[in-house]
C-alpha cells in the first residue's frame, strides 16, 4: 500500500512501478474474485469479495482516480461488506461452510462464463490493441470531481439521491416485520 | 420595495418551519406565529400594491439605449432578427452567474404593433374603455441561478407587475382573515398546531406561485399548493371520506398536472429553451412563435386548468374536497388555490390569446370549457342538500364564469371576478362554517338548520351580502364583475361576438340566483330543524364574526374598484373610473396588444337583462319556497323531472364514470382479459402445443390404418408432447436461470454481432 | 527534504517503521499513563508502583506476559479467520495515520481527499471486528460482534457528518490544507490565533468526539464487549498475542482518532504564534500534535471512567434520532454561514 | 499501461461474476456476485475517464458505487424477508413462478 501511495505521490519512476503494482493487484483480484464465486464458505466468499474490492481501489488509484478509490474503500469495503457479514450472520451461516452452497450443475455457467471471457477477450484486444493510457495523468482532485458533479453532472445526481431516498423507503418497508 | 417582494413567500414558509418545530410547545400552539406572520405579509403585500400604483402613476423612464445595450451583451438574438424582445429575465444574462439581479425589463411597448407606444400619453387618467394603451410599464424582475445543469440555467426570482401585487393582497388578506378565523373554528382540533403549519405553507406557496417569475418555478409552486391542499383536505384523516376525498383531489389533480407540465416543457422549447415568463409571453405576443406549439401548448394547459380551477369533467374533486376544515374550503378551494389555474392562463395570457385565436374566431375551447362548466356547475348546486356542497358548485360555476371570460378575451373582467369572488366567497364559506360550528358541525342544510336569522344575525346579514354578491345584484361587487364578463362575451371576438357564451352566462346568472334563495330559505327561513332544534343555536364569538363583517364589508365596496366610464357612468370622474384595469392589467410586450384584443364595454341591456335574469331566479324560488307555489313534488309525480334530478344527484354520473367504469374496467375486465390471455394463449402454446398434437395422434391412430403409419403417428405425438415438456421446464420460477439464459442469450448475440462486424 | 535523497525502498521501510512508531508510541503512552496512572488518582489509588520508576516499566511486563500466553484457538472455530481478525484491526489503524500530518513536511502521504481517506479506512475495521465474532464460534462472540459492528455504522454517519462542517469551512479535504486554513484565518478580523474550528465547528466537535467514544466502543458505548452480559463479547476466545493485538489497535485507534480530531478541530501540529512555513516545524509540529492527542485522548478515557454505560437500543436511538439530526443541522448552518460570509 | 489491461480485467471478472451469479444458490452470494459484475464495470468506467482525460466516467463510476449500496440494502432486506418466511435464504427453492 504505501509503495503504491508513493506512486501516486509520484516519488517513483511511474511506469515500472504502474505496471508492476497492476499484474500483483491484477492476480490478486482475479483470484480474489475465483474464490469469492467458488468457495463454499461464504463468510470467506465476502472476504474474498474485499480482497477484490480493495483491489479495484487500488486499480483506481493506478488510473488517477483518487477521490473514486476512496469512495469505493469508504462504502464498499467499509458499508456494503459489512452489510453482507450481517445479512449472512443474521441468515445463520454455519462455520464450516456450506457444501450446498453453489448448485451441483456448474457446467451451463461454466460454459457462458467462459463463452464471456473469450468473446469480450477477443474484442477489447481486436479494437483497443495497442491503445495507452496517457502516462501524465495527473490525479483527479476531489474538487475537480465535485465541480463535474454539481455542474455538468447534476441532473443524474438528483436523480441518484431520489432513488437512495426510494432505496431507503423501500428497504425499510421490506425488511421491517409486520 | 418591489424587488424585494420575494421576503413575503419567504415569511410564511419560515413561519411553517417554525410552527412545526416550536409550535406545540407555545402557549397558543403555533398559531400566533402563523398569525403574527400574515399581518406582516399583508401590511407588506399592501406595500407592494402601493408601490406598484406610484411606478404606474409615474412610469419609469425606460432607457430603450440602455436595454438594447444589455440584450445586445446578453447571449440574445431574436429569430427574426426584425424585432428585437429584451426580457428582463434574460437581458444581461451575461452578468455573474449565482448573483441576485435586478432588471427593470420587458420590452418597450413594441415599436412594431400598432398600438405602439406612442399612443400613451403618460399619466394615469386613461378614460377610454377599449382603449387604454398607455406608457408601458415594465415588470420589477429580480432573478438569481437556482441551479445550472448541462448548459441550461434554471432561475428563481419574483416578478412583479399589476397582477402579482393584486394576487399578493388578496391571498394574504384573505389567509390573515382565515387564520384568525381558524383560531376559533379549529380551537382544540388534535393537530391544531399542523393545521396552522400547512395554512403558513399554504399561503408560502401560492405566494411564490404568484410571485413566479419563470415556468419552472410556477410548476414547483403550482405542485406545492397541490400538495397542501391535499394535506388539509385530509386533516381528519382518521375518517375513510376525508382521507379518500384527499386522496381524490390529489389524483384528480395529477390528471391535469400531464397537461401543465407537457405545455411547460412546448413552451420552453418554442421560446428557445427559456422557462422566462416574459420571453415566453413577448415572443407569443410578437408572434415569434408558430402558431401550432402555441395551440399544443394551451390545450395542454387547458388541461391544467381544467383539473385545478375544477372545470367540467375534471371538477369532481372539489365539491369532495369540502370534506376539510371550513376555514381551508374557504382559504383553498373558493377564494385562492382553484384560482391558480385562471392565475396561470392569466399570466401566460398571450400564449392563449395566439394559440386559441382569441379575439378572430368565434369560439375557443377555453370558452366553451368555461361555458360548459358554468352551467352544469349551476344546475348541479341545486341538489345538494350540504350547504358545503352548494357552494362548492357554486365556486365550480364562479370558475366557469372565469374561465369563460378569460376564453372570449375577457382579461381584466375575469381577473376583476376573481377578486370580488374571492372576497365573497369567502364570507360564504365562512358564513357556513359559522353555522355549522353553532349547529352541532352539521352542513345539512335541509336536515340540521332552519330559522337561524334571528338566532344567528351577524351572519345571517353577512351571508345575505354575500348571496346578493353572487346573484349580481347591483351594486354589490359581483354585479359589476359579472357584467363585465358578459360584456366582454358580447363585445369581443371578432365579428359576431361569443353569444353563445353570453346565453350561458345569462342562464348561469338565473340558475345561480335559483340556487343561492334556495340555500338561504333552507339556512336561515322556516322552522329551526335537526341540531338547530335541539340545541338553540348561537352567534359565534368575535374570532369567527369580524372576519365575515370584514370580507362582508369589502364585497360591499370592492365592486367599484372598476367602475366604467360610459353609457350611464359618464359622470364619473376619471379618476375614479376603471382603476382595476388602469392598475392590474400589465402594460408592457409581454402582455397582449392588438390582434384584436380590446377591453369590454359597458352594455346597458346586458346589465338589465342579466340582473333581470337574476331577479327573476329569484322571484322564481322565492315562490317556490316561500310561498309553497310551483309544481312541488314533481319529482315524485313525472318521471322525465325524476330523471332529471336523479341525473343532478349523481352528479351526471361521472363519478360513477370514473370509478365503476375506467377504474373498474381496468380492474376487472382488462384484467380478468389479461389473466385469460395469459391461461388460454400463453400456457396454451406451451402445454397444448404437446396435448394437442397428442390428440391429433389418437385421431390419426383410431382412424387411419394402424399397421401401416402406426409408427409414425407415435412417434410424431410423442415428439410433439416431448418437446412440449422441455418446453414447460423452461419456466422453472428460478430468477438464476432466466438470469443464466439472460447471459448466454446476451453472449451468444454479441458472438453473432462481432462475428458479422468482422466480415 | 531528507527523505527525498534516499531510494524508494528505503523510504519505504523509513515510512513502515515510522508509521509503527507513530502508532505503538501514543497506544503505549495512552495505557501507561490514563488506563494505569490517571484511573488510580481518579479512584484515589496509586496503580502500578513496582515496574520501574512510577511503575513506568509496567507496559513492558503486561506485554511480556501477554507473549508468554498459550495461544489458545477454539476448536470448532475457523482458524484462518480467527487468526487474520486482529491484524485486519491493528491494520486499519496503520492505514489511517498515513493521512495524518505531523509539520510542513514531515506526513507519510499528503492525500487529496485526505480526511475522506481516513474515515474510509477507519471504517474497515469493523469487518475484522465482524470476522472475530463469527469465527470464534462462540455466541457471545458472535452478539458482542454483531453489536460492535451496528454501533460502528451507526456512529459512523454522525463522525463524517461532523467533518463535513470542517470540510466546508476549509474548503479542502485535504488535511495540510485543513491545517492550513486553521492557521492562517481570523476570529472576527483578529488574526494572530488562526482560526482552530473547535471556535467555530463546536458543535461538530462535540459530534465528533460522541461518535470517537462510540467507534473506539469506549464506555459508554461499550455495549459489544458488555462483560455482564456478552464477557468481552468478541475478544472472549483471544489470547495472548492476538489479544495483545486487540489491545493495541483498541489504543492505538484512540490516538489516531485523536489525531484526527486535533488536526480537524484543534489546528493540527501548527500552534499560534509560530511560523508555519519554518523547516522547525517538522520538528516542533509533531511534539504540538502529540500534546493536542493527549488532550483529546484524556477526555476521551475520563468519559470512560465516568460515566455508565447505554443500554443497546438507547445507543443506536442517540445515534440516529439525536446526532445524526444535530450534525445535518451543524452542515446546515455552517453551509449559510460559509455563503454568507 | 495498456487501456487493455484495465479492460481484460474487467472483463474477467465481469465473467466470474455472471459465473457467481447463476451458480450460487445462497442469495447473499448471488448479491456477491452481481457486486463483482458492478466493479467490473467500474474499472471500465474509470479506464475510459483516464483514457480519454473525461471526469464523466468517474462521475459515473461515483453514481454506481452509491447505487450499488441502495441495491445490497435492498437486496438483503428481499434476501432477510425471504429467511424470515422459509428459514432459508436457498434461491433454488424461491420458484413460485414456476411453469
Keep these: ?178 | 420595495m418591489l424587488t424585494y417582494a420575494w421576503i413575503i413567500p419567504a415569511l410564511p414558509a419560515l413561519s411553517f418551519v417554525l410552527i412545526l418545530a416550536v409550535g406545540k410547545r407555545l402557549p397558543k400552539g403555533g398559531s400566533e406565529i402563523g398569525l403574527a406572520t400574515l399581518a406582516v405579509c399583508f401590511v407588506l403585500a399592501v406595500g407592494v400594491g402601493v408601490g406598484w400604483v406610484q411606478r404606474v402613476n409615474s412610469p419609469p423612464k425606460v432607457d430603450e439605449a440602455a436595454l438594447t445595450a444589455r440584450s445586445l451583451a446578453g447571449q440574445e438574438t431574436t429569430p427574426s432578427g426584425e424585432r428585437r424582445v429584451a426580457p428582463a429575465g434574460e437581458a444581461g444574462a451575461g452578468a455573474l452567474p449565482g448573483g441576485a439581479r435586478t432588471g427593470e425589463g420587458a420590452a418597450p411597448g413594441g415599436e412594431g404593433s400598432p398600438a405602439g407606444a406612442g399612443a400613451g400619453e403618460g399619466g394615469a387618467g386613461q378614460g377610454e374603455a377599449g382603449t387604454a394603451e398607455a406608457a408601458p410599464v415594465p415588470a420589477v424582475v429580480r432573478t438569481v441561478t437556482w441551479f445550472q445543469s448541462g448548459g441550461v440555467r434554471f432561475t428563481a426570482g419574483t416578478m412583479v407587475d399589476g397582477l402579482s401585487a393584486m394576487m399578493l393582497v388578496l391571498v394574504s388578506l384573505i389567509s390573515l382573515l382565515v387564520h384568525v378565523y381558524s383560531t376559533d373554528y379549529v380551537a382544540g382540533d388534535r393537530r391544531y398546531t399542523h393545521y396552522f403549519a400547512f395554512l403558513s405553507l399554504f399561503t408560502a406557496s401560492m405566494l411564490m406561485f404568484v410571485l413566479t417569475q419563470s415556468t419552472l418555478q410556477l410548476i414547483v409552486g403550482w405542485e406545492l399548493v397541490g400538495l397542501c391542499s391535499f394535506a388539509l383536505i385530509g386533516h381528519w384523516w382518521e375518517e375513510k371520506p376525508n382521507s379518500n376525498a384527499a386522496l381524490k383531489a390529489f389524483i384528480t389533480n395529477r390528471v391535469g398536472d400531464i397537461g401543465l407540465i407537457v405545455g411547460m416543457i412546448v413552451l420552453y422549447f418554442a421560446a428557445g429553451r427559456s422557462f422566462d415568463i416574459i420571453r415566453i409571453n413577448s415572443m407569443a405576443n410578437a408572434g415569434q412563435i408558430r402558431h401550432l406549439l402555441l395551440l399544443v401548448a394551451s390545450v395542454s394547459l387547458i388541461a391544467a386548468v381544467m383539473s385545478k380551477s375544477g372545470q367540467f369533467i375534471l371538477h369532481t374533486w372539489l365539491p369532495d374536497a369540502m370534506a376539510g376544515p371550513t376555514p381551508v374550503s374557504a382559504l383553498i378551494h373558493a377564494a385562492t388555490m382553484v384560482v391558480a389555474g385562471i392565475y396561470m392562463v392569466a399570466r401566460l395570457y398571450p400564449v392563449f390569446f395566439r394559440g386559441l385565436s382569441i379575439g378572430t374566431a368565434n369560439i375557443n375551447l377555453l370558452a366553451v370549457v368555461g361555458a360548459v362548466t358554468l352551467v352544469f356547475g349551476a344546475l348541479l348546486a341545486f341538489v345538494q342538500s350540504d350547504i358545503k356542497k352548494v357552494l362548492a358548485y357554486s365556486t365550480v360555476s364562479q370558475l366557469g364564469y372565469m374561465v369563460m371570460a378569460l376564453g372570449v378575451g375577457g382579461w381584466t373582467a375575469a381577473l376583476f371576478h376573481l377578486v370580488t369572488h374571492a372576497f365573497f366567497k369567502a364570507c360564504l364559506f365562512l358564513g357556513a362554517g359559522s353555522m355549522s360550528h353553532a349547529c352541532h358541525h352539521s352542513f345539512d342544510m335541509k336536515k340540521d338548520y332552519g330559522g337561524l336569522r334571528r338566532r344567528m344575525p351577524i351572519t345571517f346579514w353577512t351571508f345575505m351580502i354575500g348571496t346578493g354578491a353572487l346573484v349580481a345584484i347591483p351594486p354589490l361587487s359581483g354585479f359589476w364583475s359579472k357584467d363585465e364578463i358578459l360584456a366582454s362575451a358580447n363585445g369581443l371576438g371578432g365579428p359576431g361576438g361569443y353569444k353563445i357564451m353570453l346565453v350561458m352566462g345569462i342562464i348561469g346568472a338565473f340558475c345561480t340566483a335559483g340556487y343561492m334563495t334556495r340555500a338561504v330559505w333552507y339556512c336561515f327561513f322556516g322552522e329551526p330543524r335537526g341540531a338547530a332544534a335541539e340545541h338553540p343555536p348561537r352567534e359565534n364569538g368575535p374570532r369567527i364574526t369580524v372576519p365575515l363583517m370584514v370580507l362582508a364589508g369589502i364585497t360591499l365596496v370592492i365592486g367599484f374598484v372598476n367602475v366604467p366610464t360610459n353609457g350611464w357612468f359618464s359622470w364619473v370622474p376619471d379618476g375614479w373610473a376603471l382603476r382595476f384595469e388602469n392598475y392590474v392589467q400589465p402594460r408592457a410586450a409581454y402582455f397582449v396588444s392588438g390582434g384584436g384584443f380590446r377591453q369590454p364595454v359597458f352594455t346597458p341591456w346586458i346589465a338589465v337583462v342579466s340582473t333581470g335574469a337574476g331577479l327573476l331566479g329569484v322571484l322564481l324560488a322565492y315562490l317556490w319556497f316561500w310561498r309553497g307555489l310551483g309544481p312541488h313534488g314533481i319529482t315524485a309525480r313525472n318521471r322525465v323531472a325524476r330523471a332529471g334530478y336523479r341525473v343532478l344527484e349523481s352528479r351526471y354520473g361521472l363519478d360513477v364514470l370514473y370509478t365503476d367504469w375506467i377504474v373498474g374496467s381496468i380492474k376487472g375486465p382488462i384484467a380478468r382479459a389479461a389473466y385469460w390471455v395469459n391461461q388460454k394463449v400463453l400456457d396454451g402454446v406451451v402445454n397444448g402445443a404437446g396435448r394437442e398434437a397428442v390428440k391429433a395422434g389418437h385421431f390419426v391412430y383410431d382412424r387411419i390404418d394402424q399397421g401401416v403409419v402406426d409408427t409414425i403417428v407415435n412417434g410424431s405425438g410423442a415428439t410433439a408432447e416431448g418437446s412440449g415438456q422441455i418446453l414447460r421446464k423452461q419456466q422453472t420460477g428460478r430468477v438464476q436461470t432466466y438470469g443464466a439464459y439472460l447471459f448466454a442469450g446476451a453472449t451468444v448475440l454479441a458472438a453473432i454481432f462481432v462475428i458479422l462486424a468482422a466480415n | 527534504m531528507m527523505l527525498a535523497q534516499l531510494s524508494y525502498w528505503q523510504q519505504s521501510i523509513l515510512r513502515v517503521l515510522l508509521v509503527l512508531a507513530a502508532v505503538l508510541l501514543p497506544a503505549g503512552t495512552f495505557v501507561y499513563v490514563f488506563l494505569f496512572k490517571v484511573v488510580s488518582f481518579m479512584q484515589s489509588r496509586l496503580g502500578p508502583m513496582e515496574a520501574g520508576p512510577y511503575g513506568s516499566m509496567q507496559l513492558l511486563a503486561e506485554v511480556g506476559k501477554s507473549l508468554q500466553k498459550e495461544d489458545i484457538t477454539p476448536e470448532r472455530a475457523d482458524r484462518t479467520l480467527f487468526k487474520l481478525a486482529p491484524y485486519l484491526v491493528v491494520g486499519t489503524v496503520l492505514l489511517v495515520y498515513l493521512a495524518v500530518p505531523f509539520g510542513p513536511d514531515a506526513y507519510f502521504a499528503n492525500l487529496d481527499a485526505g480526511v475522506f481517506y481516513a474515515l474510509a479506512v477507519s471504517s474497515i475495521s469493523v469487518i475484522g471486528v465482524l470476522i472475530a465474532g463469527w469465527a470464534s464460534a462462540n455466541k457471545y462472540s458472535l452478539l458482542g460482534g454483531l453489536r460492535a459492528a451496528g454501533q460502528l455504522i451507526a456512529y459512523e454517519l454522525p463522525m463524517v457528518l461532523a467533518v463535513i462542517g470542517v470540510v466546508i469551512q476549509a474548503g479542502t479535504l485535504n488535511l495540510q490544507g485543513i491545517v492550513a486554513a486553521q492557521a492562517g484565518g481570523r476570529i472576527f478580523g483578529f488574526g494572530a490565533l488562526g482560526l482552530p474550528y473547535f471556535v467555530t465547528q463546536l458543535v461538530g466537535l462535540v459530534i465528533f468526539l460522541i461518535a470517537m467514544q462510540a467507534e473506539l466502543t469506549q464506555t459508554p458505548f461499550d455495549m459489544p464487549v458488555a462483560e455482564s452480559e456478552l464477557v468481552t463479547g468478541f475478544i472472549t476466545e483471544y489470547t495472548g498475542l492476538r489479544f495483545l493485538l486487540f489491545f493495541i489497535g483498541e489504543f492505538a485507534s484512540v490516538g489516531a482518532f485523536s489525531a484526527l480530531a486535533a488536526t480537524l478541530f484543534l489546528g493540527g501540529w501548527y500552534f499560534p504564534g509560530l511560523d508555519i512555513d519554518a523547516n522547525y516545524m517538522n520538528v516542533l509540529g509533531p511534539v504540538i500534535l502529540f500534546a493536542k492527542i493527549m488532550l483529546l485522548a484524556f477526555v476521551v478515557f475520563w468519559v470512560r471512567f465516568t460515566y455508565p454505560r447505554f443500554r443497546e437500543d438507547q445507543l443506536q436511538r442517540f445515534a440516529w434520532k439525536f446526532l445524526i439530526p444535530l450534525a445535518l443541522a451543524n452542515i446546515f448552518v455552517t453551509m449559510i454561514l460559509k455563503v454568507a460570509f | 499501461m495498456l487501456l487493455n489491461e484495465f479492460l481484460l480485467l474487467g472483463a474477467v471478472l465481469f465473467s466470474l461474476g455472471v459465473y457467481g451469479v447463476i451458480v450460487r444458490r445462497n442469495g447473499v452470494a448471488v448479491l456477491m456476485a452481481i457486486e463483482l459484475i458492478l466493479n467490473a464495470v467500474n474499472i471500465n468506467f474509470i479506464a475510459f475517464s483516464a483514457m480519454n482525460r473525461d471526469l464523466g466516467g468517474q462521475v459515473f463510476a461515483l453514481f454506481v458505487i452509491a447505487i450499488a449500496a441502495a441495491e445490497v440494502g435492498v437486496g438483503l432486506a428481499i434476501v432477510l424477508a425471504i429467511y424470515r418466511n422459509r428459514r432459508s435464504v436457498d434461491l433454488e427453492a424461491v420458484d413460485l413462478m414456476k411453469g
Excluded at chain 1, 475465483?34 to 480482497?51: E, F, G, I, K, Q
Excluded at chain 1, 450446498?100 to 463463452?115: F, I, Y
Excluded at chain 1, 473469450?118 to 474484442?123: I, P, R
Excluded at chain 1, 465535485?146 to 431520489?162: C, G, H, K, N
Aim: aromatic residues 8%; charged residues 10%; neutral net charge.
Design chain 1, 1 to 178: 500500500m504505501t509503495g503504491l501511495l508513493a506512486v501516486a505521490n509520484g516519488a517513483a519512476p511511474i511506469s515500472v512501478a504502474q505496471n508492476v503494482g497492476f499484474g500483483a493487484i491484477a492476480l490478486l483480484m482475479v483470484v480474489g474474485a475465483w474464490r469469492c464465486v467458488t468457495t463454499s464458505n461464504v463468510v470467506h466468499a465476502a472476504l474474498w469479495l474485499v480482497l477484490v474490492l480493495a483491489g479495484a481501489a487500488a486499480q483506481y488509484v493506478l488510473m488517477a482516480a483518487e477521490f473514486v478509490a476512496v469512495t469505493q474503500v469508504l462504502v464498499y469495503v467499509g458499508a456494503i461488506v459489512v452489510l453482507f457479514l450481517f445479512g449472512i450472520m443474521l441468515t445463520r451461516s454455519p462455520i464450516g461452510g456450506d457444501a450446498e452452497l453453489s448448485r451441483a450443475n456448474k457446467a451451463s455457467a461454466a460454459v457462458t462464463g467462459l463463452a464471456m471471457v473469450a468473446l469480450l477477450g477477443f474484442t477489447l484486444v481486436d479494437t483497443f490493441g495497442g491503445d495507452r493510457l496517457p502516462a501524465d495523468l495527473a490525479p483527479t482532485t476531489a474538487s475537480q470531481v465535485s465541480d463535474a458533479v454539481f455542474s455538468r453532472y447534476l441532473l443524474p445526481f438528483e436523480a441518484v439521491s431520489i432513488l437512495l431516498t426510494a432505496a431507503l423507503v423501500g428497504a425499510i418497508v421490506i425488511a421491517r416485520k409486520e
